[in-house]
């Protein structure tokens, strides 16, 4: 139990365009799912807290127009990069607490590379 | 907010031996500290948690111990395997539904 799907595992995109990630709890709801970003050898760094039916809360210093965060069901949240850079390239990682609110489990990740 | 420091940075052994890696954490309201295991390319896994009203628990070979006064917690892993080598996580977060704040990671070699 207590899967969480994340899709695409790679993408790539121009300069420019818009990339879009979804996350999923497969077999439990989830009012609130969280989006780490990690670079290379490095640790995941929290992004923002996606909250059903509401705003998410994003972490200092990441800016909420360009991670655009959805989360409309208790299911799914979907992260946007707008207007992707190269300097966007990292490993994105959703993750969500399970159906005991205790442990957190964590997606395969998305590897953006942006040219 | 919460800072957690993990040491080793990278640690090494052979096959059979143990391996132990050590977290610092700062705010004291955290009570939830789980261990994950991420291999190249992949999320992390969950491997073990403990909370705070428990000061060791084990799963098979991997134990997790804590002391909330000096707020250190610890990974054993005992009879390491090849397939242990990876690089684990701990992390830290009080249980009101905050997000976990992550250590650096310890990047764990073992060798047969």
């Known amino acids: 139990g207590a899967v969480v799907s994340q899709h695409p595992s790679w993408v790539i995109c121009k300069s420019g365009t818009s990339v879009k990630i979804e996350c999923r709890s497969l077999?439990?709801?989830?009012?609130?799912m969280f989006w780490y970003r990690q670079f290379p050898k490095q640790s995941l760094m929290l992004m923002a807290t996606?909250?059903?039916?509401?705003?998410?809360?994003?972490e200092q210093g990441v800016e909420k127009d360009k991670f655009l965060i959805n989360h409309a069901s208790l299911t799914l949240s979907t992260l946007t990069v707008t207007s992707a850079h190269p300097e966007d390239s990292s490993f994105y990682i959703c993750?969500?607490?399970?159906?005991?609110?205790?442990?957190?489990?964590f997606g395969n990740g998305t590897r953006l590379t942006v040219t | 907010g919460e800072n957690v420091e993990q040491h080793p940075s990278t640690l090494s052994v052979q096959e059979g031996d143990s391996a132990v890696i050590k977290c610092t954490y700062s705010?004291?309201?955290?009570?939830?500290f789980p261990w994950y295991k991420q291999e190249l390319g992949k999320g992390p896994q969950l491997i073990i948690d403990?909370?705070?009203?428990?000061g060791e628990k084990k799963d098979q070979r991997i134990a997790v111990t804590l002391n909330k006064t000096a707020k250190h917690f610890s990974l054993h892993i005992t009879e390491t395997q090849p397939e242990d080598s990876a690089v684990y996580f701990c992390?830290?977060?009080?249980?009101?539904?905050?997000?976990?704040?992550f250590g650096k990671g310890t990047t764990l070699s073992v060798s047969s």
């Open positions: 993750s969500a607490r399970d159906h005991t609110g205790k442990s957190l489990h």
């Open positions: 077999d439990f709801q989830a009012t609130t």
């Open positions: 996606s909250n059903e039916g509401s705003k998410a809360t994003y």
């Open positions: 705010d004291s309201a955290s009570n939830y």
């Open positions: 403990i909370r705070s009203n428990v």
């Open positions: 992390a830290a977060s009080d249980q009101a539904g905050t997000a976990l704040i």
